[in-house]
């Protein structure tokens, strides 16, 4: 209840909920009562979650924050809000965020964008909370839920996380089913918790992830209890820090917050490390190949047929132009265009298998970081603080929008977890986070390290 209030309260200023689920959400904390009553109780007993919209969530709205799925209530659960479920957590609605999770900065949703609870000292100027999992972070971030599921291709998770001074972990490429969760680009994209602090996003995790026999990409692992890394000691640890990733035109205080981050490791007892990752500066083009590639053809489906919108129209295809046409946002079909594109007869093999390979690359340079002993790498997860709703410089080239994921994108191409942490408040008192990114798998190390 207290929940529910503060976001009745507040949604309206945010925007962060897309729906509400009253009903849902008392029904559930009191079935969640009742088997605490009965001595039972699972890991998240009766914690009041926000689900991105992103989750296919039964009978209840999940339209990945776009007209085209207008009206879908799906019939089916996604495996990772299932699994929380499972674990006794109450749904409190579904969070805003960008159209398909395609964006930085939750402007492109059907929805409006998301205000950042944050703005700068003396300030009356509305930020953005960051994006594609912008309502998650906000909803953390303003206590209108207490903690949050999210989904990261390319970033998602982190940059929202690091603009709201919210703790965000993107796990390994397999670590969390993708059954039920609207597909962006499906070598890329997982889920993860957005948080307040590390130990939940430990235990939110924890619960999250599975092996699915549903998600063949899931991987039959067994899922540690993340919580046991927390308060154990780094020392001896070895910390990379990669010299590529000092891009230029870098804000003084990004490479300040870095600093201040190697040096708290370092009298932690970490061994620093300077180490190269050579193919770095690739990923972001190959990214924004590789991921409009797959999204081309995941978003085929929307043909006003299967799911939401029908505008009608003359005959069959006139009917699927005309859904298209009016179901997707600018930023998807410049994502559907682009992707159609680098996959056509002709340009295939100089874009789309060119981009692969660079991929391969960008993954082997981490491979030989790890095998030469580096147990975690930091960077600064964002090359800024938040910034402006309807920055015209952003609005004007969606490029620059683009480079917001330049410390985040590697990680998805190489399918390594990456964590970002709250790390202190820039010269306007935004937050500004840290990014470790870990061997595949070793969750633990990046628990233990940023708590
Ligand atoms: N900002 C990136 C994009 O727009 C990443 C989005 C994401 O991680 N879902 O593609």
């Known amino acids: 209840d207290a929940y529910l209030g503060a976001i009745?309260?507040?949604?309206?200023?945010?925007?962060?909920?897309?729906?509400?689920?009253?009903?849902?959400?008392?029904?559930?904390?009191k079935a969640s009562?009742?088997?605490?009553a009965a001595g039972k109780g699972g890991a998240l007993e009766g914690i009041p979650l926000g689900i991105k919209d992103l989750f296919a969530t039964e009978g209840v709205h999940t339209q990945a924050a776009s007209h085209v799925?207008?009206?879908?209530?799906?019939?089916?659960?996604?495996?990772?809000?299932?699994?929380?479920?499972?674990?006794?957590a109450v749904m409190l609605g579904k969070l805003n965020m960008d159209e398909f999770a395609m964006g930085s900065s939750n402007e492109t949703s059907y929805y409006g964008p998301?205000?950042?609870?944050?703005?700068?000292?003396?300030?009356?100027?509305?930020?953005?909370?960051?994006g594609s999992s912008g309502g998650s972070a906000a909803a953390v971030s303003a206590f209108l839920c207490a903690g949050a599921t999210a989904t990261d291709t390319g970033g998602s998770i982190r940059q929202p996380a690091a603009f709201t001074g919210t703790v965000g972990i993107k796990p390994t490429y397999g670590r969390c089913s993708r059954w039920g969760t609207v597909a962006f680009a499906s070598s890329l994209d997982q889920a993860g918790p957005i948080t307040r602090d590390v130990r939940d996003a430990a235990i939110m995790l924890k619960s999250m992830a599975s092996v699915d026999a549903k998600d063949t990409t899931s991987v039959d692992r067994p899922v540690p209890d993340y919580e046991t890394a927390l308060g154990q000691s780094v020392k001896g640890m070895k910390i990379g820090i990669p010299k590529e990733y000092r891009v230029d035109g870098m804000p003084e205080e990004i490479e300040a917050l870095w600093q201040k981050g190697i040096a708290w490791l370092k009298d932690a007892g970490a061994e620093i490390v300077d180490i190269?990752?050579?193919?770095?500066?690739?990923?972001?083009?190959a990214y924004y190949i590789v991921a409009p590639a797959e999204a081309s053809s995941n978003l085929a489906r929307y043909d006003g047929v299967r799911y939401g919108l029908r505008v009608p129209g003359k005959d069959i295809i006139d009917m699927y132009e005309k859904t298209r046409a009016a179901g997707f946002g600018r930023e998807v079909k410049r994502r559907i265009m682009i992707g159609t594109y680098v996959l056509s007869a002709g340009y295939y093999d100089a874009y789309y298998v060119q981009a692969q390979k660079v991929r391969t690359l960008i993954k082997k340079?981490?491979?030989?970081?790890?095998?030469?002993?580096?147990?975690?790498?930091?960077?600064?997860?964002?090359?800024?603080?938040?910034?402006?709703?309807?920055?015209?410089?952003?609005?004007?080239?969606?490029v620059k929008m683009y480079l917001n994921d330049i410390f985040t994108v590697?990680?998805?191409?190489?399918g390594l977890p990456g964590i970002a942490v709250p790390a202190g408040l820039d010269g306007k008192g935004l937050p500004l986070g840290l990014q470790l990114i870990g061997r595949p798998f070793e969750e633990e190390t990046l628990f233990r390290a940023s708590h």
Do not use: C
């Open 8 to 29: 009745d309260a507040a949604n309206e200023t945010f925007n962060a909920y897309v729906a509400v689920t009253h009903d849902k959400a008392r029904e559930m904390a």
């Open 276 to 285: 190269s990752l050579p193919h770095t500066k690739y990923a972001l083009p």
């Open 114 to 130: 998301v205000k950042n609870p944050w703005r700068a000292k003396g300030s009356n100027v509305d930020l953005v909370p960051g």
């Open 410 to 414: 590697t990680v998805n191409m190489a």
């Open 33 to 36: 009562d009742e088997r605490l």
């Open 69 to 88: 799925l207008d009206g879908f209530k799906p019939r089916y659960e996604s495996t990772v809000t299932a699994n929380l479920w499972a674990d006794g």
């Open 365 to 398: 340079d981490f491979e030989d970081v790890f095998h030469a002993g580096v147990d975690a790498i930091l960077t600064p997860a964002t090359p800024s603080a938040a910034f402006g709703i309807a920055d015209q410089d952003m609005a004007a080239d969606p």
